[in-house]
C-alpha cells in the first residue's frame, strides 16, 4: 500500500520526477518525461504495478520502517534518509542528475555507525503496471526491456531474480558506500553509459547550489520561499520550458472519490503565475524560456488558444482511463490526459497578458512576436468576452459567466492598454480603453449582490467562490472598497472550514452532483487560502494575514512540500503533488507579508 501523500519526497531532474515514501520506496516514476507511462505505478496501485525499494532488512517481507530522519541536502533537491536500527545506523541518498543523457535515478548507501544488512527490491512495470518487461544480463548489467523501453540498472553489488523482482541483499560499514543506478533508453538503441553516482552526486549539488544563488529574495521566509522556488523548478520541462502543475496524476481531492485528475500538462494559467513567482525572485531565464514556450505552442493561432498543452506544446491531451489500477487509497478512475483541454476559460487569456506584462515590466528582453500575440489574443476577447465559460475550475456542468473570468478579460484589456499607453506597439487604444469600462461595469452590475455587499460566482448566482479574492490583487477595486472588503468577508464566513482553510466554492448541488457537475467533495483549496492571507495584509488587517500564513505553512510536509488540497477532516494532504499552484502563492504571500513587515520575530 502506498504511503499517505505526505509521506513523499520529490527528486527529479527537470524532465521527468520521482516521488520517494519515507520508508525508502519509489512509488512513482515516469521516463523519460512526466507524461510519459510510469515504470513504477505503485502510487496509483499495489506492489504489483511497480516499485523500488531500499532500506534496512526487516524480517520476511512487508515494506521497511520509515526513515527516522530524512532531509535535503541543504537547497537541493538530493534528499537524504537515515534509519536507526539495532545493528547501526544508515543512510541512503536519492537524487537525479540534471540530464546530459539518458535520464538516471541514483541511490547510494552509506554506512554511518555498524553493521546493517540492506535489501534492494525492484520491480519494473512497464505502461502504469500493465507490462511486465523482460530482465535479463547483459554482461554485468541488468536491463528490463519491453517494447519501445529498456530500463538499465547498474550496481556493484550483487543481484538475484525472484518472483519476476529484482533483488539485492548487502551490508554496509561504516563510511562504506555502494551505488545503485536504473537508466533509461530506447529499446533500439544502444545501452546507456555506465553512471559515475558520485561524481553526479556532486555535479547535481553543485546545479542546485548555483541556481539558488539567483535568488534576490531574504526576508523571513527565505527557507519556505526558497523550497518552494526549487520545487517550481523541478516542475520546469528543462528542454523547452514548459511547466508542469504536477508531476503526478489521479490523486484525489477526496480520498475514495472521483475527482481525479492527471496534471502532468501545462496550463497556461499556472505557468503565467508561476512566471511572475520566478520573475519577482530573480529567475528571469527562466522566464525567458517560459515566454518562448508560450510563443511556439500558441503558433500562428491565437484565436484557438487552449488553456493547457503538452510540456512541449503538444494540443492533444485525451482524457483516458486505466481500468487495471484501483488507484490511490482506491480513488477511482485513474486517468490518463485531460478532458479540460477543450474547455473555454476566459481567465486565461487574462492570466497569459498578465505574464507577459510583467515581463515587460521587469525588463526581459522585448519580443516583437510576444507583443503581437498580446494585441490578437485582445482581438478575440473583444469578440467574446461576454460568453459563458467553464471558469478557472474546469467545472464538467454547464457554462456559465463567471464573475473571475470577466474579472480577468478586464485584466486582458488594461495591461494591453498600458502596453499601448507605454509606446511599445500600436493599437485602437481608446476603443480599447472604452471596452475596458464596459467589461468592468458589466462585473459590477451583474456579479455584485448589493444585498449580501459580495460578487458573486457567476452572474445571477447567490454562490460564493475563492476566485474572487483575487478582485484586489488584480487591481479590479482597490483593496479599501467596500465591495472588496465585503467579499472577502462573506469567503470567511461562508467558504471558510473550521480550521480558517478556503474551499473552492460549495460542492454540494441538486441530483447528488456539486455545482461543478461532479459527484463527492474535496478539501481546502490551498492557493485560495493563501490568497486569502494576501487580501487580509491588503486591507490591513496583517496580523491576521500572518497567522494565516504561518498556518499554512505548517501544513507543509517535513520536507517543505505541498499538495493541492488539506483534506480539515482527515488532516492530511491531497490532490495531486507536488502543487505548482500551491507553491507559488505561497511565495507571492511571503512577498507581500515581507514588504508589509508583517512577521513574526
Given at each position: 500500500?502506498?504511503?499517505?501523500?505526505?509521506?513523499?519526497?520529490?527528486?527529479?531532474?527537470?524532465?521527468?520526477?520521482?516521488?520517494?515514501?519515507?520508508?525508502?520506496?519509489?512509488?512513482?516514476?515516469?521516463?523519460?518525461?512526466?507524461?510519459?507511462?510510469?515504470?513504477?505505478?505503485?502510487?496509483?496501485?499495489?506492489?504489483?504495478?511497480g516499485f523500488w525499494r531500499m532500506g534496512p532488512v526487516n524480517g520476511p517481507g512487508g515494506r521497511p520502517a520509515p526513515a527516522d530522519r530524512r532531509r535535503y541536502r541543504g537547497d537541493s533537491l538530493v534528499l537524504e534518509s537515515e534509519w536507526d536500527t539495532p545493528r547501526g545506523t544508515v543512510r541512503v541518498i536519492d537524487f537525479m542528475p540534471p540530464r546530459d543523457g539518458a535520464p538516471q535515478l541514483i541511490r547510494i548507501v552509506e554506512g554511518v555507525s555498524g553493521r546493517v544488512p540492506m535489501r534492494s527490491e525492484l520491480r519494473m512495470r512497464f505502461s502504469y503496471g500493465w507490462v511486465v518487461p523482460w530482465v535479463h544480463k547483459v554482461d554485468s548489467r541488468t536491463v528490463a526491456v519491453a517494447g519501445p523501453d529498456s530500463v538499465w540498472l547498474d550496481t556493484a553489488a550483487e543481484t538475484y531474480g525472484k518472483d519476476l523482482t529484482t533483488f539485492s541483499d548487502f551490508t554496509v560499514a561504516p563510511g562504506e558506500r555502494i551505488a545503485f543506478t536504473i537508466s533509461w533508453e530506447p529499446s533500439h538503441k544502444e545501452p546507456p553509459a555506465v553512471a559515475d553516482p558520485e561524481g553526479s552526486l556532486e555535479a547535481t549539488?553543485?546545479?542546485?547550489?548555483?541556481?539558488?544563488?539567483?535568488?534576490?529574495?531574504?526576508?523571513?521566509?527565505?527557507?519556505?520561499?526558497?523550497?518552494?522556488?526549487?520545487?517550481?523548478?523541478?516542475?520546469?520541462?528543462?528542454?523547452?520550458?514548459?511547466?508542469?502543475?504536477?508531476?503526478?496524476?489521479?490523486?484525489?481531492?477526496?480520498?475514495?472519490?472521483?475527482?481525479?485528475?492527471?496534471?502532468?500538462?501545462?496550463?497556461?494559467?499556472?505557468?503565467?503565475?508561476?512566471?511572475?513567482?520566478?520573475?519577482?525572485?530573480?529567475?528571469?531565464?527562466?522566464?525567458?524560456?517560459?515566454?518562448?514556450?508560450?510563443?511556439?505552442?500558441?503558433?500562428?493561432?491565437p484565436e484557438n488558444l487552449q488553456i493547457m498543452y503538452g510540456i512541449a506544446g503538444e494540443r492533444e491531451l485525451g482524457e483516458n482511463e486505466l481500468h487495471w489500477l484501483p488507484g490511490y487509497e482506491n480513488s477511482r478512475p485513474v486517468r490518463v490526459g485531460n478532458g479540460a483541454a477543450g474547455q473555454l476559460q476566459l481567465d486565461v487569456y487574462g492570466e497569459v497578458t498578465e505574464a507577459l506584462h510583467l515581463a515587460h515590466m521587469t525588463g526581459l528582453a522585448r519580443n516583437d512576436y510576444a507583443s503581437l500575440l498580446q494585441l490578437k489574443l485582445i482581438q478575440w476577447v473583444e469578440k467574446h468576452w461576454d460568453e459563458p465559460d467553464e471558469g478557472i475550475w474546469e467545472v464538467r456542468g454547464p457554462r456559465r459567466h463567471f464573475v473571475h473570468s470577466k474579472v480577468m478579460t478586464w485584466v486582458a484589456v488594461d495591461r494591453t492598454v498600458k502596453l499601448i499607453e507605454s509606446g511599445d506597439v500600436d493599437g485602437p487604444l481608446e476603443r480599447w480603453k472604452d471596452l475596458r469600462e464596459t467589461i468592468h461595469r458589466d462585473v459590477c452590475e451583474k456579479g455584485y449582490d448589493k444585498e449580501r455587499n459580495t460578487f458573486t460566482q457567476s452572474y445571477g448566482s447567490q454562490e460564493l467562490d475563492a476566485s474572487l479574492l483575487l478582485i484586489p490583487q488584480m487591481g479590479f477595486l482597490p483593496p479599501d472598497d467596500k465591495r472588496v472588503i465585503g467579499t472577502i468577508e462573506a469567503i470567511q464566513r461562508e467558504l471558510s472550514t473550521e480550521d480558517g482553510f478556503v474551499l473552492r466554492y460549495p460542492t454540494s448541488g441538486a441530483d447528488d452532483l456539486g455545482v461543478d457537475g461532479l459527484e463527492g467533495e474535496e478539501g481546502a483549496f490551498l492557493a485560495c487560502s493563501f490568497w486569502l492571507a494576501d487580501d487580509l495584509a491588503m486591507i490591513g488587517r496583517v496580523d491576521e494575514a500572518r497567522k494565516l500564513f504561518e498556518k499554512l505553512l505548517s501544513l507543509r510536509n517535513?520536507?517543505?512540500?505541498?499538495?493541492?488540497e488539506w483534506d480539515p477532516k482527515a488532516k492530511r494532504q491531497v490532490g495531486n503533488f507536488p502543487q505548482a499552484f500551491s507553491h507559488v502563492p505561497l511565495i507571492d504571500t511571503a512577498l507581500r507579508l515581507t514588504a508589509s513587515g508583517a512577521y513574526g520575530g
Open positions: 500500500m502506498a504511503g499517505r501523500i505526505e509521506d513523499y519526497a520529490l527528486i527529479g531532474d527537470m524532465q521527468t520526477a520521482a516521488l520517494v515514501c519515507r520508508d525508502g520506496t519509489v512509488d512513482w516514476l515516469c521516463l523519460p518525461r512526466f507524461d510519459s507511462p510510469a515504470v513504477f505505478a505503485g502510487l496509483l496501485g499495489t506492489e504489483e504495478h549539488e553543485e546545479f542546485w547550489r548555483e541556481w539558488v544563488e539567483h535568488c534576490t529574495y531574504h526576508g523571513p521566509y527565505r527557507d519556505a520561499v526558497v523550497r518552494s522556488l526549487i520545487t517550481l523548478k523541478a516542475l520546469t520541462y528543462a528542454p523547452t520550458g514548459g511547466i508542469v502543475a504536477a508531476p503526478t496524476t489521479s490523486l484525489p481531492e477526496c480520498v475514495g472519490g472521483v475527482r481525479n485528475w492527471d496534471y502532468r500538462f501545462t496550463w497556461l494559467r499556472d505557468a503565467a503565475i508561476t512566471l511572475s513567482s520566478l520573475l519577482r525572485t530573480g529567475y528571469r531565464e527562466e522566464a525567458r524560456a517560459w515566454r518562448e514556450w508560450l510563443l511556439r505552442a500558441v503558433a500562428g493561432d517535513d520536507l517543505g512540500l505541498l499538495a493541492e
